[in-house]
């Protein structure tokens, strides 16, 4: 199949809805909704989160086998941030150069590469390996919402919570099986490395899926029209610092939280099963809340309500860790759960696909900028007092900028 006819749509353009009878006018191609796209974005999702979530419970024997130090752990769990910014960045163009269906398989094949490469060697191969996985994961942050518009017009919140939900799915996995893996493969380095395998899968079933497409009318394009910088756009500034301060809440708590819970006396596997916890609870939500927000004039007070949640997890952390670390987790879980109207008000703010995919790729370049300072900060706060008190309360004042950002972003309007 030719490059050519996976380029991506004009600018400007409204997608109509899936099985539309074509009409004169201005058209586009688009990816074919349906069961089969619809399954390859799940697979997708699967991969995007086990990768960072597989290494919190076992980053302290990953410093004592390597001989690394706590700088370099901070360094291990910032990347993921720092490159997520820059192929937000990128992501855009690759996807009008080559096609959104070509830029998504590039994702995925260097996404499974850089699983395994990252456990051949000593601790700068595993930074190298983790930018390479990182790297595939942030393409396909960004283009995932702009297939799920373009090709699910009718859809987005429905879809937008499935692709979270199994976005969380793989997280929770992530988290929960990779030590009971290292026990049963011989240590952390087979125990990572085995995660590619989804990815592989997944390029299968983005491969065959992405072969469809179909000409749409767009109706109100208009050919040559300029492209307008949304750098312009405080409604985009606004999505991108609300998209920013959850993630940078979400990596802390990818990054960091089994330390603090073994910490405060739970076993290294209970850590690693509460984090899978915190991603479990995201599936219901996510699977239900964009899907009732995006039929609503404003999703002000899900965010919110989710932003406060999170706040009680934090604040039992900081005040009684050892009372209760289960409700702390669950609470910490359902906060985090604002993600899925992250990427919601991304697709809703904006009003073509090409819009959307600009705004994504602001919202996850910047966005993840501003979210790599998170488990640095945490790290070095904590080096530096030798408690988790200090960082523990910066992250609840993030949460509460989180919350405030969110709720303009909930508000019905476009960039």
């Given amino acids: 199949m030719a490059v050519d006819s996976w380029k ?9 809805l899936e099985g539309a009878v074509e009409l004169p006018g201005t058209r586009k191609t688009v990816l074919a909704g349906g069961f089969m ?32 130090s706590a700088t370099w752990a901070g360094l291990l769990t910032t990347l993921p941030g720092l490159c997520f910014a820059g192929a937000g960045f990128a992501a855009p163009v690759l996807a009008r150069r080559f096609g ?58 429905l879809m937008t919570g ?36 989804i990815g592989v899968i997944a390029l299968g079933a983005w491969i065959f899926a992405a072969r469809r497409k179909v000409r749409v009318d767009t109706g109100n394009s208009r050919p040559g029209a300029p ?44 850590a690693g099963l509460l984090l899978g916890l915190i991603s479990v609870l995201a599936v219901p939500i996510s699977l239900t809340v964009p899907a009732i927000a995006a039929r609503q004039g404003s999703q002000t007070w899900w965010i919110v309500g989710l932003g406060a949640f999170g706040f009680a997890g934090i604040l039992g952390l900081v005040i009684a860790p050892s009372a209760s670390p289960l409700l702390w987790s669950v609470f910490v879980g359902i906060g985090m759960s604002v993600f899925s109207l992250a990427l919601t008000v991304i697709a809703l703010r904006a009003k073509t696909g090409e ?8 919202a996850q370049g910047f966005g993840y900028l501003l979210a790599a300072l998170g488990p640095f900060l945490f790290g070095l706060l904590h080096e530096q007092t030798g408690s988790w008190t200090i960082p523990l309360i910066m992250v609840l004042a993030v949460i509460v900028a989180q919350t405030l950002f969110g709720a303009l972003a909930g508000r019905r309007r476009f960039v």
């Fill in 227 to 270: 492209r307008r910088s949304l750098m312009r756009s405080p409604l985009a500034w606004t999505v991108t610092i609300f998209f920013g301060l959850q993630a940078f809440v979400a990596y802390i708590a990818m990054g960091w939280l089994p330390q603090v819970l073994m910490d405060a006396g739970v076993s290294r596997t209970d």
């Fill in 100 to 157: 959104i269906g070509a830029a998504l398989m590039a994702a995925l094949a260097v996404l499974s590469a850089g699983l395994v490469l990252r456990v051949l060697d000593g601790p700068l191969v595993v930074l190298g390996g983790t930018l390479v996985v990182t790297a595939g994961i942030a393409l396909a942050n960004v283009l995932i919402p702009v297939v799920i518009k373009d090709s699910f017009p009718a859809k987005i919140g």
């Fill in 355 to 362: 819009e959307t995919a600009t705004l994504s790729g602001m």
């Fill in 162 to 197: 499935v692709y979270t939900a199994a976005l969380q799915g793989g997280g929770a996995l992530g988290s929960a099986l990779t030590p009971p893996l290292a026990n049963g493969l011989g240590g952390w380095r087979p125990a990572l490395s085995s995660w590619a395998v």
């Fill in 37 to 68: 796209l619809g399954l390859a974005v799940v697979l997708i999702a699967l991969n995007l989160r086990p990768a960072i979530t597989s290494v919190g419970p076992m980053l302290d024997e990953m410093r004592t086998s390597l001989g690394a």
């Fill in 8 to 16: 991506f749509p004009h600018p400007d353009t409204e997608p109509a």
